[in-house]
């Protein structure tokens, strides 16, 4: 977990950022079981980096995505506590598109 998260960071982003739903997905699937490894080991700033690739997957169409989007962003609350997920939320709720805050 922690000796390699600086290592994948990198790797993740691309997969986080990629056209193709399935690496998006899996990505998000990573993004998860690596936060969930890492909790309490002091690598925020990474799982804080990688949650911004991780968050804009939310308004994705595809069901298979939006479960793995979620999932990720339920294992990076439990790294990073809930305080910082409730921040991303509520940025989206004063956003100035419409879609974003619906």
Known sequence: GKDYIYAVTPLLEDALMDRDAVHRQTGCA?????????AGLGCEDALIHLLNFVWPNIFEESPHVINAT??????????????VILQYTIQGLYHPARKVRE
């Open 70 to 83: 979620c999932d990720a962003i339920e294992g990076l609350m439990v790294s990073l506590g809930p305080n």
């Open 30 to 38: 990573a993004v998860k079981h690596l936060s969930l490894g890492v």
